[in-house]
C-alpha cells in the first residue's frame, strides 16, 4: 500500500492547485485594487484633475496624496487651483513667500528643505509657515526686526527700502511714493517738500497738433528741465488741460511761491497764480533768457486754471483744428488765456515744477 499513497497525495496536491487556480481571478482583483491605490496617489501630480481613484465612495481622500502630492500652491503646478478634494487651508491664503512648504513642516523637527521648524501658525516670528527663515524681501514682516517687507516692491526710493525700514524725511533718498519733492536738495525745506517751485516757457517752439498729448508735453518739458543742472531733481509738467485734466489739479496746489528762473516772483501761492492775473510775466526759457519772436503758448486752459471748451484743445493735443492759447507777455489773465489759433501752427509751452 506504501507505493500507492504517493500517487495519491500527488494527485491531491494537483487536486488543490487547480482548485486555488479557480480564485486567482478574485485574487487579482484584489492586487489590482492594490495597485490602483498606490498609481492612484503617484499619477494624481502628473495627470492633474479628474485622476483620482473612481471609487469615490470607497477612497474619499487618499492619505497618500495629501502627504506626499506638493501642495495646491506650488508655482510649477499648472492645474493646481483644480482639484477634486483639495485639503482645506492649501488655497485659501496666497503664499507671500515663493517656496510651498517641505512635506514635514510642522513637526518641530528641520528636515530635508527646511531652514527652521517652530510648528507654530505665527508668521511673522524668525521662522515662517513655509519652515523657511524670516528674511528681508520675503514679503513677510519680522516684527521687532522689520518695520515693513513689501517684498519685490522694496526699493531705496520706495516707502519699504532695501534694509525693510520705512523711508522717513531726512534719509536724503527722495521716496516719490511718500510724496516727497526732495530730500536734502537745495531748496528743500523739513518737509521734504521745495519752497520754491520754478517756471519757465520753452525756448522751442511745437506745433498743436503734435505735442503728443500730455504725456508727450511733459517729457518736453523734462527734457528741457534736464539741461539746467539747478533743475535736476524736480518734476515738470506743461500747463495743459485736455478733455479729462485741468491744468491747475496736474501742477498741484503749493503754498509756496512760483519764480522765474531769473527769481522774478509770479504768483506767491498757487491761489495767488488763478486770480487772472500774475506778478511778473513767465517770458524767461530754461537757458534763464528772455524769449524772442514768438509770444504765444498753448495753453487749453483758462484764468482759474480750469479745461477751455473742448473743441480748443486740439484733439488733447494730439491733432485736430483749433487750440487755446496765452501770452507770454502778459500779466493778466491772458497769461493763460488770449485766443485761439490754428493747431499746425507752432507755439510755446509753460513747463510748471509740480508736486507728488
Do not use: H
Not at 335 to 353: I, M, P, S
Amino acid at each position: 500500500m506504501r507505493p500507492i499513497r504517493p500517487r495519491t497525495e500527488a494527485a491531491a496536491l494537483a487536486l488543490l492547485m487547480a482548485l486555488s487556480g479557480c480564485f486567482n481571478p478574485m485574487g487579482s482583483a484584489g492586487d489590482t485594487t492594490g495597485d490602483a491605490t498606490s498609481e492612484g496617489s503617484g499619477s494624481g501630480t502628473s495627470q492633474g484633475p479628474g485622476s483620482a481613484p473612481t471609487d469615490g465612495t470607497t477612497e474619499p481622500t487618499s492619505t497618500s496624496t495629501s502627504t506626499t502630492a506638493p501642495p495646491t500652491t506650488l508655482p510649477s503646478q499648472t492645474e493646481a487651483t483644480v482639484t477634486s478634494d483639495p485639503t482645506p487651508g492649501t488655497t485659501s491664503e496666497p503664499s507671500t513667500t515663493i517656496e510651498p512648504p517641505p512635506p514635514d513642516c510642522g513637526d518641530l523637527v528641520v528636515g530635508p528643505g527646511e531652514d527652521c521648524d517652530d510648528a507654530n501658525d505665527n508668521n511673522n516670528d524668525s521662522c515662517l509657515n513655509n519652515c523657511k527663515a524670516a528674511q528681508c524681501g520675503d514679503g513677510v514682516v519680522f516684527e521687532g526686526v522689520e518695520a515693513c517687507d513689501d517684498g519685490s516692491n522694496n526699493a531705496d526710493d520706495a516707502p519699504c527700502t532695501m534694509l525693510c525700514q520705512k523711508a522717513t524725511c531726512g534719509d536724503n533718498v527722495v521716496c516719490p511714493g511718500c510724496k516727497e519733492e526732495c530730500d536734502g536738495n537745495v531748496g528743500c525745506n523739513i518737509a521734504c517738500k521745495y519752497s520754491l517751485r520754478y517756471v519757465f516757457v520753452t525756448s522751442q517752439v511745437y506745433r498743436g497738433s503734435l505735442l503728443g498729448g500730455l504725456a508727450g508735453a511733459d517729457q518736453l518739458c523734462m527734457e528741457l528741465a534736464a539741461g539746467n543742472g539747478g533743475l535736476q531733481g524736480r518734476r515738470f509738467v506743461a500747463w495743459l488741460s485736455t478733455s479729462t485734466a485741468d491744468a491747475a489739479e496736474r501742477v498741484g496746489a503749493s503754498d509756496y511761491p512760483f519764480l522765474r528762473l531769473d527769481d522774478a516772483i509770479i504768483a506767491n501761492n498757487s491761489g495767488d497764480l488763478l486770480d487772472a492775473a500774475i506778478l511778473a510775466p513767465i517770458n524767461i526759457d530754461e537757458t534763464k533768457m528772455p524769449i524772442a519772436g514768438v509770444d504765444q503758448v498753448w495753453t487749453g486752459t483758462e484764468a482759474d486754471g480750469e479745461v477751455t471748451s473742448l473743441n480748443t484743445l486740439c484733439a488733447d493735443w494730439t491733432g485736430g483744428d483749433m487750440g487755446r492759447y496765452g501770452s507770454a507777455s502778459a500779466l493778466t489773465s491772458q497769461w493763460t488765456d488770449a485766443g485761439l489759433t490754428d493747431c499746425v501752427k507752432e507755439a510755446r509751452l509753460y513747463c510748471f515744477q509740480a508736486g507728488y
